[in-house]
């Protein structure tokens, strides 16, 4: 690892926000440049930690809302208290804890936490972008992956392309099917080799030096470097004309107009999709082919969303750069997940994690290809197999975080049974909204598009770079749930009924409809408005009054803890269908009428009995109650007049209640006001 004095200032950098700026970090490294935070609860306040120590200046606190541009401040807490308690009933916040001197800051951290967050079960669009070589070979694994995706929460959309293509074709093919979605995907999964796109001009006389530093003369990893990030950028220009480069070591790096490989070194526009890629290929140093390799990862994923692969909340730094920034990276995130005392900086990363297991490990150290120094190499994960037991780790030194060489040390770690690496530390990665559920797409994807949002390191101009990539599944979370098992559904007496086999890890169980061609995952209710989270392992949907087949699911819900605080964790959905039949309100729907239907500002109900008095529920397609109307009186010919003042529109029911009898009408609502 060399440092490019003319690009890399260690810490002496602006760093500028929309709201607020912090005006030169002071030269410091790896674990004096962050403020290591965590987050406990407690009632409705979430309180913030950080290491206690003397200091002369303050901390200074800043937070805001998820998805929020700006950050604002809160307060300022003296140097000597290392605590802060929001008050203000927030359930999911980001913070920013900066520790300033007065002139400028010498460190800071950033948190998302949470008191009970309950997060939303449905995740978005997802494409897997497949390398057709597996069509036949893994047509079980993949099958699999996408019900367990569906699952999850994900619409999942499929394509597959051959290894051959040009990165251009592919992406032209991935745009297309996008804009023929009905839902925008947020994410790509690539699973295998597909097509490597490569760009830019990482040289001495280029863009920006690589961001290992290995210019010309010292290494030559110069020229383009492997680039997915262009698969998920659908509105930046990017150039095939203007680089003129073949100083690289090897051929790969060398691009020259019109060869393919394009021009850009940085992001030419923020990207859009968050992705990851699970590529085996040329990893000869493990016994397995890529196929095999590819299979394996799967299934364990497959075994880690099930809830029957668990991995130790704690985790390990190994850094080897005393001098330089970048374990910066472990210590920010790592506090996040497990906690500030389940973190360990004194622990060697194969010894450990082949004697017990870590979540979350990060490494670095003088680096090759294929080795780490002070870590280890390729091969030391291959004789792991089997042992090394590690869910996410984040690995930094020179050259392996040119992703695409022959056995490279970040893709060994997931063959040996990692479920995701970076080249965490160039740039700094940002991923701890994982300790709230997130999935770790989200924050490659903002790690990418990072410029000035969060501190970027400042380290050989490596932000916003075109090289930085997820090897993993980028739909992953930090924490499973074990699923309920052999759910029943069936369609009894006009109800639907549930039955199914309690988990050992859940606290409670949630039931939803869905709709997989809508992307509809919507909680069922019973009594139409109670809520579907029980205790129990039965349930009874009888506020559902057409007769056609439905998808039930049930997940298992536990409130999970971690450095952030505490979140609602959900399992996979255990998935059931059935042809329902309803019969129960036949007779009286036979008595009673509604009309005019559709139904506007007023109505009529008529078959009532002289003197009836009824109650009156409006229900939306669900069963929801959108409005109730008590103790009504029925005229001396049976029948009732309503206006009405309620502004749902579309298909929905009015249910008719008279003492122990009821009546579930079909109506369809025009915007009534």
């Given at each position: 690892?060399?440092?490019?004095?003319a690009t890399?200032?260690?810490?002496?950098?602006t760093?500028?926000t929309?709201n607020?700026?912090?005006?030169?970090?002071n030269?410091q490294v790896?674990?004096t440049?962050v403020?290591?935070?965590e987050a406990?609860?407690?009632?409705?306040?979430?309180?913030?930690?950080?290491?206690?120590?003397?200091?002369?200046?303050?901390?200074?606190?800043?937070?805001?809302?998820?998805?929020d541009?700006n950050?604002?401040k809160?307060?300022?807490?003296?140097?000597s208290?290392?605590t802060y308690d929001d008050?203000?009933?927030a359930?999911n916040k980001?913070?920013?804890v900066?520790?300033n001197?007065?002139t400028g800051?010498?460190a800071?951290?950033?948190?998302?936490?949470g008191?009970k967050?309950?997060?939303?079960?449905?995740?978005?669009?997802?494409v897997?972008l497949?390398d057709?070589?597996y069509i036949s070979?893994?047509s079980?694994e993949?099958?699999?992956l996408?019900q367990?995706?569906?699952?999850?929460?994900w619409?999942?959309?499929a394509?597959?392309v051959?290894?051959?293509s040009k990165p251009?074709?592919?992406?032209?093919k991935?745009k297309?099917l996008?804009?023929?979605?009905?839902?925008?995907p947020?994410?790509?999964?690539?699973?295998g080799?597909v097509?490597v796109p490569?760009?830019?001009?990482?040289s001495?006389n280029?863009?920006?030096?690589?961001p290992d530093?290995?210019?010309?003369?010292?290494?030559n990893h110069?020229g383009?470097?492997p680039a997915?990030?262009?698969?998920?950028?659908?509105?930046?220009?990017?150039t095939d004309?203007?680089?003129d480069?073949?100083?690289g070591?090897?051929?790969r790096?060398h691009?020259i107009?019109?060869?393919g490989?394009f021009?850009?070194s940085i992001?030419p526009?923020?990207?859009?999709?968050e992705?990851g890629?699970v590529?085996?290929?040329d990893m000869?140093n493990?016994?397995?082919?890529?196929t095999q390799m590819v299979?394996?990862?799967l299934?364990?994923?497959?075994?880690w969303?099930?809830?029957?692969?668990?991995f130790t909340?704690?985790a390990l730094?190994?850094?080897n750069f005393a001098?330089?920034?970048?374990?910066?990276t472990?210590y920010?995130?790592?506090?996040?997940f497990?906690g500030?005392?389940s973190?360990?900086?004194?622990?060697?990363?194969f010894?450990?994690?082949?004697k017990?297991?870590y979540?979350?490990?990060y490494?670095?150290?003088?680096?090759?290809y294929?080795?780490?120094?002070?870590?280890g190499?390729?091969?030391?994960f291959?004789a792991?197999?089997?042992?090394f037991?590690n869910g996410?780790?984040?690995?930094?030194?020179s050259f392996?975080?040119?992703?695409d060489?022959?056995?490279n040390?970040l893709?060994?770690?997931?063959?040996a049974?990692s479920?995701a690496?970076?080249w965490g530390?160039i740039?700094?990665w940002?991923?701890?909204h994982?300790?709230?559920g997130m999935?770790?797409?989200?924050g490659?994807?903002i790690?990418?598009?990072?410029?000035?949002e969060?501190?970027?390191?400042?380290f050989?101009?490596?932000?916003?770079?075109?090289?930085?990539?997820?090897?993993?599944?980028?739909?992953?979370t930090?924490?499973?749930?074990k699923?309920?098992t052999?759910l029943t559904?069936s369609?009894?007496n006009?109800?639907?009924?549930?039955?199914?086999n309690?988990?050992s890890?859940a606290e409670?169980y949630n039931?939803?409809?869905?709709?997989?061609?809508?992307?509809e995952i919507?909680?069922?209710?019973?009594?139409?408005?109670t809520s579907?989270n029980?205790?129990?392992?039965?349930f009874?949907?009888d506020?559902n009054?057409?007769?056609?087949?439905y998808i039930y699911?049930?997940t298992?819900?536990?409130?999970e803890?971690?450095?952030?605080?505490t979140?609602?964790?959900q399992?996979?959905?255990?998935?059931?269908s059935i042809?329902?039949?309803n019969?129960?309100n036949?007779i009286?729907?036979?008595?009673v009428?509604i009309?005019?239907?559709?139904?506007a500002?007023?109505f009529?109900?008529?078959?009532?009995k002289q003197?009836?008095?009824?109650?009156?529920e409006l229900l939306?397609?669900?069963?929801q109650?959108?409005a109730k109307?008590?103790n009504i009186k029925?005229?001396?010919i049976?029948s009732?007049n309503?206006?009405i003042n309620?502004?749902y529109?579309g298909?929905?029911?009015?249910?008719?209640n008279n003492?122990?009898?009821?009546s579930?009408?079909p109506?369809?609502?025009?915007?009534?006001k």
């Amino acid at each position: 690892m060399r440092n490019i004095k003319a690009t890399f200032k260690l810490l002496i950098c602006t760093l500028l926000t929309v709201n607020y700026s912090i005006s030169k970090l002071n030269a410091q490294v790896a674990k004096t440049q962050v403020v290591q935070v965590e987050a406990t609860t407690s009632g409705s306040t979430i309180s913030l930690k950080w290491p206690k120590e003397t200091y002369s200046g303050t901390f200074d606190i800043y937070a805001r809302n998820f998805g929020d541009v700006n950050f604002a401040k809160i307060t300022s807490v003296s140097g000597s208290t290392n605590t802060y308690d929001d008050k203000t009933g927030a359930t999911n916040k980001e913070f920013l804890v900066i520790k300033n001197n007065g002139t400028g800051a010498d460190a800071l951290g950033y948190i998302y936490a949470g008191n009970k967050y309950d997060a939303p079960i449905k995740k978005g669009g997802i494409v897997l972008l497949i390398d057709s070589s597996y069509i036949s070979a893994l047509s079980s694994e993949i099958a699999q992956l996408k019900q367990d995706l569906i699952a999850t929460g994900w619409q999942v959309n499929a394509m597959f392309v051959k290894r051959t293509s040009k990165p251009a074709a592919v992406k032209t093919k991935l745009k297309n099917l996008i804009e023929s979605l009905k839902l925008r995907p947020k994410t790509l999964y690539i699973i295998g080799h597909v097509p490597v796109p490569y760009s830019g001009y990482f040289s001495t006389n280029g863009d920006r030096p690589p961001p290992d530093g290995h210019i010309e003369g010292s290494g030559n990893h110069t020229g383009a470097w492997p680039a997915d990030c262009y698969y998920g950028d659908f509105e930046g220009f990017w150039t095939d004309y203007t680089v003129d480069c073949t100083t690289g070591g090897s051929s790969r790096f060398h691009n020259i107009p019109k060869d393919g490989k394009f021009d850009q070194s940085i992001i030419p526009n923020n990207i859009e999709l968050e992705i990851g890629r699970v590529d085996m290929f040329d990893m000869d140093n493990f016994s397995s082919n890529d196929t095999q390799m590819v299979r394996d990862y799967l299934n364990r994923v497959h075994s880690w969303r099930n809830g029957d692969v668990k991995f130790t909340k704690h985790a390990l730094i190994d850094n080897n750069f005393a001098g330089l920034n970048l374990a910066s990276t472990g210590y920010h995130n790592l506090p996040c997940f497990v906690g500030i005392d389940s973190v360990f900086d004194n622990r060697d990363y194969f010894t450990e994690q082949n004697k017990t297991s870590y979540l979350w490990s990060y490494g670095c150290g003088a680096g090759s290809y294929n080795s780490c120094n002070g870590i280890g190499t390729t091969p030391t994960f291959a004789a792991s197999s089997g042992s090394f037991s590690n869910g996410f780790t984040m690995l930094a030194g020179s050259f392996f975080g040119d992703w695409d060489s022959k056995n490279n040390l970040l893709r060994g770690a997931l063959a040996a049974g990692s479920l995701a690496s970076c080249w965490g530390g160039i740039p700094k990665w940002y991923l701890h909204h994982m300790g709230l559920g997130m999935n770790i797409g989200y924050g490659a994807k903002i790690t990418i598009n990072n410029y000035t949002e969060y501190f970027n390191g400042q380290f050989n101009g490596s932000w916003n770079g075109v090289f930085i990539a997820l090897m993993g599944d980028p739909s992953l979370t930090m924490n499973t749930v074990k699923p309920p098992t052999n759910l029943t559904v069936s369609s009894k007496n006009g109800t639907i009924q549930l039955n199914w086999n309690k988990s050992s890890e859940a606290e409670s169980y949630n039931i939803y409809r869905i709709d997989t061609s809508n992307y509809e995952i919507t909680l069922a209710r019973t009594k139409c408005g109670t809520s579907s989270n029980t205790t129990d392992t039965f349930f009874t949907d009888d506020c559902n009054w057409s007769s056609g087949n439905y998808i039930y699911g049930v997940t298992s819900v536990k409130l999970e803890t971690t450095g952030s605080g505490t979140y609602i964790n959900q399992s996979m959905l255990n998935m059931g269908s059935i042809n329902h039949v309803n019969q129960t309100n036949a007779i009286e729907l036979n008595k009673v009428t509604i009309s005019p239907n559709p139904i506007a500002n007023e109505f009529s109900i008529s078959g009532l009995k002289q003197g009836d008095v009824i109650d009156i529920e409006l229900l939306n397609n669900l069963g929801q109650e959108i409005a109730k109307y008590k103790n009504i009186k029925a005229n001396e010919i049976g029948s009732l007049n309503l206006s009405i003042n309620q502004l749902y529109n579309g298909l929905g029911f009015i249910k008719v209640n008279n003492g122990n009898k009821s009546s579930t009408i079909p109506v369809v609502f025009m915007n009534g006001k």
